[in-house]
């Protein structure tokens, strides 16, 4: 049985899926976008604010599943310019402060609302 995990503190779902499932102790979290959960708008300009705001999302979502970042395992970043890949990466690694997970971060034609970042993760409960 998948248990459907949603918080007050990261965005609603802007299309037909839920922020995140939990299935035996892996959670499967949606990709995230930098939207303010507060009122649905785009949070940031750059990369480094943008990509700042999706972390506070995600560990917004390990939260409310009872983990964090210490046991994400596999995560997956959509950037929407790979020239943005550096400063993209500065950010990212704070939010790590053991191992980085397995990753795989690719350039796409376009995000939902124009965004410059999305990443989706799967993380071990407890």
């Known amino acids: 049985m ?3 995990i ?6 609603k779902a802007i ?5 995140g499932k939990i299935v035996g102790n892996l959670l ?3 990709g995230q976008v930098p939207l303010s959960p507060e009122t649905g708008e ?13 972390l506070k999302n995600i560990g917004a979502i390990l939260a409310e599943a009872g983990t964090d970042f210490d046991h994400v395992v596999k995560t997956t970043c959509f950037l929407s310019d790979m020239n943005d890949f550096v400063p993209f990466n500065e950010v990212y690694q704070t939010a790590f402060k053991e191992e980085f997970p397995a990753r795989s971060a690719v350039e796409v034609a376009r995000l939902p609302r124009d965004v410059k ?3 989706e993760v799967i993380a071990e409960i407890g």
């Open 2 to 4: 998948a248990k459907t």
């Open 6 to 11: 949603h918080t007050d503190k990261a965005p």
């Open 15 to 19: 299309g037909p899926y839920v922020q």
């Open 28 to 30: 499967f979290a949606s």
């Open 42 to 54: 785009i949070v940031g300009e750059t990369i480094q604010e943008q990509t700042e705001q999706v």
């Open 117 to 119: 970042v999305e990443i």
